[in-house]
């Protein structure tokens, strides 16, 4: 037995099994055949990383423009029918991001796939990283662990990427939101039937009792204010323009009344109750001007609860004309609990004044409901001109008449906006007494406000059709770009595009390491890339994934560059070389894989179950071991039945076309080894020969 001289301190140059795979010519011609997955081409790559950052400047673009324009407009009809809302809202973004997550999964399963074959084209990888790799087969955190413990960051940013594209399609179907915005319509213009002016018809009193009998239903069914009322203001009437829109608002420029009541408590009062007889409400206001109410108690069928109210007009505060004059609301009531009899007044001085406004009415109803003032009424007109010269009118007292009806009109006007005050205060929650305790102000500038406003949208206005300008403000259907979840969308797709870019360029260097010239999903190709390797000798079909990894524990693995075949390196030895064997085994300090017999290798299965039986590691010449054989070339040696090995020669080609010397051959030549192929000189038959390098 010779030492070896390569180890330790020499190791020789790594020898992998013996690929016995005939000759293929590499030419530019077969530069096309390399197998490269069809979204893993550069065609295809580019057209999703620009559709990917396309996408996401076009959704920053349409988020412009939906805060711009207010969002984009819903198109009710379509040739066939309705489009549905939810169909562009949801459905569509979805579907469109779900092609690009489908292309961007195909890739990263192909990533996966491909990860164990680039790993083997460097070489020297252990079993573990390479064969026992199987990154299409685990779930994501297990890739994930795999990867960040063999420090595959290309496969880790490739799952990372998966695992944020599955937020892809929920932000895409959050993207466009279906909402009903407000939408201004300008350019309108309006009939409007009527100008400031006085009606010529107020001596009648129908204006003035009409109102007053609005005001009591008011009162007793809880009644909003009439078309083009709001409030102290009186409308200029105009006609709104008829459609169907929902919660719509149209604004008019048009002319307005403002009616002031001008109402205070009144500064002092007294009850003069004399034992029989008519009772006295006598008071004065903060101007010093005094109004007196006289009236009978007993006048109602029950004396005991009775109640009087009525209006009665301030004669001394400067106005002859006593519709001109202030008004004294008065009401009387004996208390509930011991019949004490109480009054309480309010005095109310009403002024007017007119305005050009922008009246909001609501096209549900009709109903204004804000009025924005511009200017004051400049136009000449007998209302702030003469002869009325800007005085309102008190719409409760008016001069005597000849004519029964009209004098009876008056009666009910005083009577009935007077009644509807008092009505007012029964029906609060304190009821009568809570209002003579805490004063009929407040109930009083209400009732009388509406009276006084609804008539003045008679008595201070004339038919004259005129056109103004509008604009009406109506909810419609649009589609909004929502900002938060298209900024995210954003970002994500500039992730994956760029990252899908990256990944595409590296991983692109590192496939031309090596040659795969069909899928590597199927049986047929890994048969091909393993079946002339030497150590599938040592696995079978039933070994689970622990047993493989034992039997392969010892071995490194890397990919022919000639032939594309997974090969094995082997840590061997001293070998005793029979005459006319052949070694075609890398040789290393430390573990000899051809002592390695049948059971030890894999293990003798008895039927109880699964048990190894140490044989022999003594390898002498004709022996052979279900590991990878040492056997003799020459063929008329050989007396296989079975499929001949290639010829030596062929193994000799792929070992020169990597760089690496052929196996020894141990031949005998007059007593002494031949050393034409490589073996040294001096070294006896039989002898323990290194594997040269």
């Known amino acids: 037995m010779f030492p070896n001289p390569h180890s330790p301190s020499r190791m020789p140059p790594s020898y992998r099994d013996a690929m016995y795979v005939p000759s293929r010519d590499v030419g530019p011609a077969e530069t096309g055949k390399r197998y490269r997955p069809l979204t893993l081409r550069n065609w295809v790559v580019t057209i999703v990383v620009v559709t990917l950052l396309g996408l996401a400047a076009a959704i920053e673009i349409l988020l412009a423009l939906s805060k711009k324009n207010g969002g984009f407009p819903y198109p009710e009809r379509n040739v066939f029918t309705t489009i549905p809302p939810r169909f562009v809202t949801a459905f569509f973004p979805t579907l469109l991001v779900a092609g690009l997550l489908m292309v961007w999964q195909s890739s990263d399963r192909s990533y996966r796939e491909l990860q164990p074959y680039i790993v083997l084209a460097k070489g020297n990888a252990t079993a573990a990283e390479g064969l026992l790799t199987n990154y299409s087969g685990l779930s994501v955190w297990s890739v994930i662990s795999n990867a960040l413990k063999y420090r595959h960051y290309l496969i880790l940013l490739s799952t990372v990427t998966t695992i944020l594209g599955s937020f892809l399609q929920p932000l895409a179907g959050s993207v466009v939101q279906y909402e009903q915005l407000p939408m201004t319509t300008t350019g309108i213009f309006v009939q409007s039937t009527k100008t400031i002016g006085l009606d010529p018809d107020i001596p009648d009193l129908n204006a003035f009792l009409a109102a007053a009998g609005f005001a009591e239903a008011a009162v007793f069914h809880s009644l909003p204010d009439p078309p083009f009322i709001h409030g102290g203001w009186a409308i200029s009437e105009f006609q709104i323009p008829s459609g169907a829109v929902l919660n719509g608002t149209l604004s008019v420029n048009t002319t307005a009344i403002q009616t002031t009541v001008n109402c205070e408590a009144s500064q002092s009062s007294t009850l003069n109750t004399p034992g029989t007889g008519n009772f006295t409400i006598q008071a004065t206001n903060s101007a010093g001007c005094t109004a007196m109410a006289t009236f009978n108690p007993e006048s109602t069928s029950l004396a005991t609860s009775s109640t009087q109210y009525g209006a009665v007009p301030v004669q001394n505060c400067g106005e002859d004309d006593v519709q001109f004059q202030p008004i004294m609301f008065w009401f009387f009531h004996r208390r509930a609990d011991d019949g004490t009899p109480e009054g309480a007044s309010v005095f109310c001085a009403p002024s007017i004044n007119a305005f050009n406004v922008i009246a909001k009415v609501d096209l549900n109803n009709g109903s204004i409901i804000n009025v924005t003032t511009l200017d004051s009424v400049t136009t000449s007109n007998n ?31 005083s009577a009935g906006v007077s009644g509807a005050i008092f009505r007012f205060a029964a029906q609060l929650p304190g009821g009568v007494q809570d209002t003579f305790d805490n004063g009929f102000l407040p109930i009083t500038e209400k009732v009388f406000t509406q009276h006084l406003s609804i008539s003045a949208k008679s008595i201070y206005f004339v038919k004259a059709p005129s056109t103004v300008p509008a604009s009406m403000v109506s909810l419609v259907p649009r589609f909004v770009i929502a900002a938060l979840p298209a900024h995210a969308l954003v970002a994500l ?11 595409h360029i590296l991983h692109s260097r590192q496939r031309r390491r090596y040659f795969l010239a069909a899928s590597p999903g199927s049986i047929a190709h890994i048969i091909s890339v393993t079946a002339h390797a030497r150590f599938g000798e040592k696995l079978y079909p039933y070994d689970d994934d622990e047993t493989l990894a034992l039997k392969l524990a010892g071995l490194s693995f890397g990919l022919d560059p000639r032939t594309g075949a997974i090969v094995a390196d082997r840590d061997l030895g001293p070998i005793n070389a029979p005459v006319g064997s052949v070694t075609p085994y890398n040789m290393r300090s430390g573990m000899s894989a051809v002592n390695y017999s049948t059971d030890t290798a894999v293990g003798a299965y008895s039927e109880k179950g699964k048990t190894r039986a ?17 056997r003799s ?54 002898e323990t020969l290194p594997l040269l390098g």
């Open 614 to 630: 140490s044989m022999s590691p003594t390898i002498s010449e004709g022996s052979s071991t279900p590991g990878p054989s040492i």
């Open 383 to 413: 209302v702030t001109g003469p002869p009325q010269n800007g005085q309102a009118f008190n719409s409760i007292k008016f001069p005597p008449s000849n004519d029964t009806f009209v004098q009876a009109r008056a009666t009910s006007i």
């Open 493 to 503: 797709l500039v992730f994956i595009g760029l990252s899908a870019l990256f990944l």
């Open 633 to 686: 070339f020459d063929e008329s040696q050989s007396g296989d039945s079975g499929q001949q090995l290639p010829s030596y020669m062929d193994d000799i080609e792929s070992q020169s076309s990597r760089g690496l010397t052929p196996p020894v051959i141990v031949e005998k030549r007059g007593g002494r080894i031949d050393t034409s192929r490589g073996s040294p000189s001096g070294v006896q038959q039989g």
